[in-house]
């Protein structure tokens, strides 16, 4: 079965779980979504790698999810977000998507990749954007950086497919969720005195 | 032997020695000066791609290495890159000893240096993006310490440099098919806009500077100044080096004016943010604005004074953070958090630091007779020839950074204690005289040590 015909699906994935990832729906369900997030962006990244070496992505993306959650169930659940909260968040993710769509056609002109990929990068893109922008909390910020990279990703798989710059992503990947656990678990460390 | 083994290879071999020194400051101190100092004594001394002779002994240092079809490149031609920074980083692991930022300081700070001389020697440039982010991630632990709660000066730095990755990647991606494709006017924009927010979200440019002064006021000041002398500086060596490779991004037309503008709003951002602040640590952070924004002007003005300018100014930059970083966290040791309120009449309690603090400020304000100012006077001179209303724009920036300079001089002289007193220790004191004694030195006689840096600039040989 060629997957490639139906790749246009992984983008209401990417959507949802990014949307998860916004409006937060605990530390159980963001580690799930993070984790289906990354599944879409293997599947994306397949169109022009061999999966192979596209399942660095995942299995990266996986292990990533796994530090920042592992450190968050350490540190403890934050307070819940208020519904409005949410809803403002959903809100302003309808919005994103909408200038996301215009967008799209407009980076299939200059990139000459195709529909999925633009749509997919962009959409990661500007939520992990959105995510930094409203969030203080480390780990949440951190998060925010991986969905910008992770679209940033999608985008580069199509333009180069450089071994060694795959490989430093994914060690940028995997340093930045040790930096996420590091900053969530670091004010109940020991200090110096 | 070969050459990005000793500079890159050895100190990253001891930064992860030095994880099971850390708690042993003296140790750590120790270990990690003598490295830099050792490795900034090789580059002076040992040519690299020539044939040495000691005695019997005949041995050659290549300048290559190749990592997963990658190649890591030191020529001859960075022996002068290789002393400044190590021998910066010398200074910088001494002082640590009394500064005291922290465990994480020693190992990371000399695998942070590591990872810069690999994002300044690797081939093709690319990688030099993936590599200084690398760098900033290491950095992220140093800067916020365990047992402190996290800053958001740390986080928005951590926001900003990570956000200059994706643009630097794609701009050399539209870099390659412009070289197959040159007369594409499109193209070139595109590069050139994806270039220029790359650089500046590493070289915090306006308006991508505001964590700055966040980071500044929020972390050890010894910590962020070590960040803020060594990250702007790599990565204006690879801008540099960028310009010098691609003749389309050198001779743009418009490359000139865009950097003039944005250095004269960084200068004068500066120079009124410092003079505003009450609390010390953030004059520091605007004072980096505006010591960057000279930089970037020297780079803007595109003549062979604005380069030599640039490369000169290199060594009175990091004298000026190091003195001021050092200054400022023996304050921070010897009484509450350095605003102004608290440093009252300081100049009769802590003699020693707040002199090397206004010293160290008014250096980077361009005060005659001290490091910066011969650079300055020619930067200004230089401005002058190209717009007027540039100059007037500088000089209100650098007269804001006076005025603040003389209200904090004002504050330390007043006479609150009427009774003198050396509050530091003898050490602090010694090494805080050897740095003011540095920067009065090189302002009164420039000639002497600032030509030896034009060795600096002599690889970019397209550039002016």
Known sequence: M?????????????????????????????????????????????????????AVKLVVGLMASAVLATAQSNAGENSPMPRSGQVFRAIAAVLIWIVVFSASPAVMVLTHIKQATSLGSLILMSMGLLQMGMNRQPARVVIGLMCFLAGFEILYAALESSVLVAGLLAAVNLSLSLVGAYLSASPGMEGDQ | MNAPLIWIGLPAVFSIGLLFLMRRSGWATAVSAFVCLVLAILAWQVPIDQLIRIGPLSFKVTS???????????????RSFLVLVYLLGFFWFLGAWVARPGRLFWPVGLGMIALLVAAQAVEPFLFAALLIEVAVLLSIPMLNPPGHPVSQGTLRYLIFQTLALPFILLAGWIAGIIETNPNDPHLLIQAAVLFGLGFAFWLAVFPFNTWVPLLTGETHPYTSGFVLSFLPGVALFLTLGFLDSYSWLRDNPNLPTILQLVSTIMVVTGGIGAALQKELKRMFGYAVVFESGFSLLALGLRTSVGLQEFATSLIPRFFALLLFSFALSIFEQEGPAPT?????????????????????????????????????????????????????????????????????????????????????????????????????FIGLLPGVVLPGLLDLIKVYTHLK
């Open chain 2, 64 to 78: 290559e290495i190749v990592i997963l079809g990658r190649q890591f490149i030191l020529v001859d031609a960075d």
């Open chain 1, 2 to 54: 060629n997957l490639d015909q139906y790749v246009i699906a992984a983008i209401p994935i990417l959507m949802l779980s990014s949307l998860v990832l916004l409006v937060g729906f605990g530390w159980r369900g963001t580690q799930i979504a993070l984790s289906v997030q990354y599944l879409a962006v293997f599947w994306l990244v397949t169109l022009n790698w061999p999966i192979g070496m596209a």
């Open chain 2, 340 to 440: 102004l309120e608290n440093i009252r009449g300081s100049l009769r309690r802590l003699p020693f630091a707040s002199c090397g603090l206004l010293v160290a400020y008014f250096s980077l304000a361009g005060l005659p007779l001290l490091a910066e100012f011969p650079i300055r006077q020619a930067l200004i001179e230089a401005a002058a020839g190209q717009s007027l209303v540039i100059l007037a724009w500088i000089l209100g920036g650098s007269l804001a950074l006076w005025g603040g300079g003389f209200r904090l001089l004002a504050i330390m002289a007043s006479n609150q204690q009427p009774e003198w007193k050396i509050g530091e220790k003898a050490f602090p004191a010694v090494l805080l005289t050897l740095a003011m004694a540095g920067i009065v």
